[in-house]
């Protein structure tokens, strides 16, 4: 048995995102004996160490925001002129793929693969405008088009959608079964009263996630039913103005910020339902934990409906109506929400992190061939 494939896979840094999730999801099931993953990074991320301890190699260049765009696109050349070894370059960035993509093509590298994980670019209108110049050279250096949704392709690949391929956001189903067991443990570790109502949601402080939405929310709920709580797991730049707010509404008691929360699998036990009000989302890889969980999903109606497994869990509302918001959460707190094992459903419509890195193994093997 020769040496396994090593496939570059590219990230601004290895965090806790929907991307992020889904390749260590895959790494930790691929068949590290054929396939093996390196990471190009620009900064330090909270899977690095088992990315090492899997034995993958982390590279480290500057990012845009350190150095400026010459200095930038100058390291991307120089690293994969160092580094024309590589077979396969999957690069996750979207947009800000087609800098990557194209400095890859340059180095003569055969297989370079553009992954959509979103429907929107973040950012200010001048970032939009440079990231929409950066995906504009993604079409002529991709050799290969991923996407996690149809949607997701739709956007970053607009007329070559058709002729991407869909990549399913798979998780470990086994790891998201209800346990009552679990549910007390967090809920003990928490100091959350059995019979407290929860409210979940996991994401990124980014604007995407729409925690403002979710705190007004929140609020409104407290006022009919006292004994609710809000756990919000996840970190990033908004964290400290949801705080503010938190606190400026007076429930500071009530809501707890995990920060990045390392069991996922085992905090979403301790919900009760999972609010999701993403303005955009490429998939929503944390609908389809909540759903594994067994766990009602109140979701904004621009997420895709390729994260509803069809087994009466999500209800799709829009952000236009708070109101109506308020009322489901309302509803569902006098509702006993019997938690099923669904393991079957997640396999059943293609889900199982098991199966996709054996289809992602298979991709890797036939175009390297």
């Known amino acids: 048995m020769g040496s396994p ?45 088992e990315i090492l301890d899997l034995g993958g190699k982390i590279h480290r260049i500057p990012y845009i925001t350190d150095g400026g765009h010459f200095h930038y696109i100058k390291n991307l050349k120089q690293f994969f002129k160092a580094n024309s070894h590589y077979k396969i370059v999957h690069s996750h960035m979207d947009k800000m793929s087609g800098f990557v993509l194209n400095a890859a093509l340059k180095a003569s590298i055969p297989i370079r693969i553009a992954h959509s994980h979103s429907t929107q670019s973040e ?40 002729n991407a391929l869909i990549l399913k956001n798979g998780i470990d189903v086994e790891k998201f079964k209800f346990s009552t067991s679990i549910r007390s443990k967090v809920r003990n570790q928490l100091q959350i009263d059995d ?22 929310i929140f609020a409104n709920v407290t006022r009919y039913h006292t004994d609710s709580k809000l756990i919000l797991a996840g970190d990033g ?21 995990t920060g990045v929360y390392d069991r996922i699998n085992e905090l979403l036990q301790s919900f009760d339902i999972f609010l999701f009000p993403s303005i955009f989302e490429g998939f929503g890889i944390a609908v389809l934990e909540a759903q594994g ?73 036939k175009v390297a061939r």
């Not at 497994?309 to 019997?338: F, M």
């Open 237 to 257: 730049p908004l964290r400290k103005n949801i705080e503010d707010k938190v606190e400026e509404l007076g429930l500071v008691d009530k809501v707890i910020f």
């Open 195 to 216: 019979k407290t109502f929860v409210i979940g949601h996991v994401g990124r402080f980014y604007e995407t996630k729409n925690h403002s939405f979710l705190i007004d």
């Open 5 to 49: 494939i090593r496939v570059l896979h590219v990230v601004v840094n290895m965090n806790r995102g929907g991307a992020e999730t889904l390749i260590m999801n895959l790494y930790r099931n691929i068949d590290r004996s054929k396939i093996q993953f390196d990471f190009l990074t620009c900064k330090e991320g909270v899977f690095d160490q």
């Open 123 to 162: 950012g200010s209108v001048a970032e939009k405008v440079y990231k929409s110049y950066a995906g504009s050279y993604i079409l002529g250096s991709a050799s290969h088009l991923l996407a996690c949704s149809t949607e997701a392709a739709k956007w970053l690949f607009t007329k070559q959608s058709i």
């Open 293 to 365: 969980s067994g766990l009602k999903c109140i979701i904004s109606d621009t997420i895709s409906n390729e994260v509803d497994l069809g087994i009466n869990l999500v209800d799709t509302l829009s952000l236009e109506n708070k109101e109506l918001w308020v009322e489901k959460v309302v509803n569902l707190y006098n509702i006993k929400n019997d938690r099923k094992n669904n393991c079957q459903a997640i396999i059943k419509r293609g889900y199982d992190i098991t199966s996709i890195a054996e289809s992602v193994s298979d991709f890797y093997m």
